[in-house]
């Protein structure tokens, strides 16, 4: 069994963010990676609005940042999958996917959020034979190919333009007319002569035997179906919150999200949560380092008001029993 004051689960923006700074106050946090190490932020091609970074960064740099500078303070990192917890006494326990148990003080949930599937036949098939998630993997092996890009928000802009550095063309598949990522990412898909637009449509069916070979595509204003050749689908439809291991044991909002207050304090005295897996706002790298922060200065604050309230209960007992003894 391992035992930590504070176990952070995952190990994205958020994740580390908070074992910077609890690592800073001495708690050394146990930090347990999860399945994917770095959360979303290092399957991300460039990161071009973190603070700090003039030129930008690659997603996976950053990650490889984040976690060294936690680990210079004394951070540790364990490398698997939390599948239980039992939050109802403190320590806390977790179970690994390996059968270890983690005993916990405080608990950082950091489990951010994964890509949201398109849920059409084929897709699943398909995965990983020309079905891909993540442009930064990816990408380098549709050189010279064409692919179809599902989305109108950030990611998809920011990784279909990342992938039009390998593939001849590029098609954007958007199901309203116009785009919600940022006007300066718009503009640059606008001018790139790699990238087209598949306007008012959605993917039915993702076709294919052994690799994905074409897209089924509806046109949501004319009910129109075509088929589009492809070699590549990369959905960037948004992200679903990594919280099925809290379904039954912490607040859940209906689109699943975790609930905290505004101090990231979920409703048991002493699991906090942060990053993506609470946030459907902003969800950024550094908001997600905002909260992580905060996460890691209220379980030192609840650490020591433990300590603080155990000392002082000790006391009590001492003051109670010393004086009946001296009359004994
Ligand atoms: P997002 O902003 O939620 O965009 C999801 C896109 O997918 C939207 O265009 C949405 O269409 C579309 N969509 C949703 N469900 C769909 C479905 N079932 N079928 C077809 N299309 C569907 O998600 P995101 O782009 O992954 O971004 C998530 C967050 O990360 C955002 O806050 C974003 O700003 C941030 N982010 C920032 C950057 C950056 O700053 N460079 C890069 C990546 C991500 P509608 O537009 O019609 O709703």
Same mark, same amino acid.
């Given at each position: 069994m391992t035992h930590s004051k504070v176990v952070i689960i995952g190990s994205g923006p958020a994740g580390l963010t908070a074992a910077l700074y609890a690592a800073r106050a001495n708690l050394e946090p146990l930090v347990v990676r999860g399945?994917?190490?770095?959360?979303?932020?290092?399957?991300?091609?460039?990161?071009?609005?973190?603070?700090?970074?003039?030129?930008?960064?690659?997603?996976?740099?950053?990650?490889?940042?984040?976690?060294?500078?936690?680990?210079?303070?004394?951070?540790?990192?364990?490398?698997?999958?939390?599948?239980?917890?039992?939050?109802?006494?403190r320590p806390f326990k977790l179970y690994t996917d390996t059968d270890e148990l983690i005993s916990a003080d405080t608990l950082i949930i950091a489990t951010g959020a994964s890509p949201r599937k398109l849920g059409v036949p084929g897709e699943e098939k398909l995965a990983n034979r020309g079905v891909s998630y993540c442009a930064t993997c990816d990408g380098f092996f549709f050189?010279?190919?064409?692919?179809?890009?599902?989305?109108?928000?950030?990611?998809?802009?920011?990784e279909g333009l990342f992938l039009t550095r390998f593939v001849d063309e590029l098609v954007i598949v958007h199901r309203r007319d116009s785009l919600r990522a940022d006007p300066v990412l718009q503009e640059r898909a606008f001018d790139n002569p790699k990238v087209r637009?598949?306007?008012?449509?959605?993917?039915?069916?993702?076709?294919?035997?052994?690799?994905v070979e074409g897209v089924k595509l509806r046109n949501l204003k004319t009910g129109e179906q075509t088929t589009l050749e492809t070699e590549g689908v990369f959905p960037y439809i948004g992200h679903v919150p990594n919280t099925w291991l809290f379904k039954d044991v912490l607040e859940l909002?209906?689109?699943?999200?975790?609930?905290?207050?505004?101090?990231?304090?979920? =409703?048991?005295?002493?699991?906090?949560?942060?990053?993506? +897996?609470?946030?459907? #706002?902003?969800?950024? @790298?550094?908001?997600?380092?905002?909260?992580?922060?905060?996460?890691?200065?209220?379980?030192?604050?609840?650490?020591?008001? =433990?300590?603080?309230?155990?000392?002082?209960?000790?006391? +009590?007992?001492?003051? #109670?029993?010393?004086? @009946?003894?001296?009359?004994?």
């Open positions: 399945l994917q190490p770095g959360g979303l932020i290092a399957t991300t091609s460039e990161v071009e609005n973190y603070p700090g970074f003039v030129d930008g960064i690659g997603g996976f740099e950053l990650y490889e940042h984040m976690e060294r500078q936690a680990g210079r303070f004394g951070a540790q990192y364990k490398d698997a999958i939390i599948q239980r917890v039992d939050l109802s006494e050189r010279n190919k064409k692919v179809v890009v599902v989305g109108g928000g950030n990611s998809a802009l920011d637009f598949v306007w008012d449509s959605t993917v039915d069916e993702v076709l294919g035997g052994e690799r909002d209906e689109t699943g999200y975790l609930v905290t207050d505004n101090r990231q304090r979920t =409703q048991i005295p002493g699991v906090f949560a942060a990053g993506d +897996v609470v946030d459907h #706002v902003y969800r950024q @790298a550094i908001t997600a380092a905002g909260e992580g922060c905060r996460a890691a200065m209220e379980a030192t604050w609840f650490l020591s008001e =433990q300590e603080h309230a155990a000392k002082k209960s000790q006391a +009590v007992t001492e003051e #109670v029993v010393s004086p @009946a003894l001296g009359q004994w």
